[in-house]
């Protein structure tokens, strides 16, 4: 029983030093490793190298930051129960199976603590896993944070439908999450002399796009700007190569931090 009581002040000591500083959405977003929205699929306990108890949580991701796209994240939360000891700390998140969460991640631990976790109920992420803090932010609506994904495809789905019916045939798509004057590239191998159409949607967060087509020498070829939730832009490459396509991000609406873009690429 002294062993547990030991456990139980060391543990309570870190908890606050952690708390002395509160993390901004910002801070959490740019400095986790991952970002990941999913559902608890089983947690298990352990001893930790260092003497304490640990809870293995693992998560079925449903959408991720920072371009993580394993199905499956585990990490590590300190307190649990291993035998007939168990371990309790103050701000520590406790999680379910079952539970629809969002965590940030520094490694396989959570980023700033247990300020790190959000359940999401009706689609608001909110600290209700035992890790309420003195002062909080109100809920977060988890596109306002993640971006809403839908709004962008179903935007993508149609321009696509639409140069089905034109004639194009599909040669690609991909899906971002992009923050306020931030910029993703990607880059695609295409054939001179064919001509390629490049759908581009985002949701209603983006204050503005701008798409920018590159080639290896990184001379710019051409672009397309939009301040609505979709654009067109048809190229037609001098040679065959690879070349990228660069997305910027003008800025955000209020209290949203990050925007879905997806792109689609058609050819004839």
């Known amino acids: 029983m002294s062993l547990g009581l030991l456990i139980l002040s060391i543990a309570g000591s870190a908890q606050a030093a952690e708390y002395a500083y509160e993390l901004s959405m910002p801070e959490m977003l740019d400095g986790a490793e991952q970002v990941v929205n999913g559902r608890v699929g089983n947690t298990t306990t352990e001893w930790g190298d260092d003497g304490l108890i640990y809870t293995v949580v693992t998560l079925q991701a449903d959408q991720t930051l920072h371009h993580s796209n394993a199905p499956e994240v585990t990490f590590r939360v300190p307190g649990g129960t291993v035998g007939d000891l168990s371990l309790t700390i103050p701000g520590a998140p406790v999680f379910s199976v079952g539970q629809d969460v969002v965590v940030f991640l520094d490694g396989d631990r959570l980023r700033g603590f247990g300020q790190g976790a959000f359940l999401v109920k009706d689609g608001l992420a ?51 999450r992009i923050g306020a004057n931030d910029a993703e590239g990607f880059t695609v191998t295409m054939m001179e002399g064919i001509e390629y159409r490049v759908s581009l949607c985002s949701d209603q967060h983006s204050q503005g796009l701008e798409f920018v087509v590159f080639d290896e020498y990184e001379r710019d070829l051409a672009g397309v700007e939009t301040s609505g939730s979709g654009a067109e832009l048809r190229f037609t490459p001098p040679h065959t190569g690879n070349y990228t396509f660069a997305i910027y991000n003008d800025g955000l609406t209020v209290d949203t931090w990050r925007t879905s873009v997806g792109f689609a690429i058609t050819y004839r």
Not at 155 to 168: H, I, N, S
Not at 171 to 176: D, I, K, N, Q, V
């Open 126 to 176: 909110q600290r209700d896993l035992g890790n309420e803090l003195e002062i909080d932010a109100p809920s977060i609506p988890l596109k306002n944070l993640m971006g809403d994904a839908e709004a962008a495809q179903s935007c993508l789905r149609d321009q696509t439908v639409a140069a089905y019916e034109q004639g194009w045939s599909l040669r690609g798509s991909a899906m971002t």
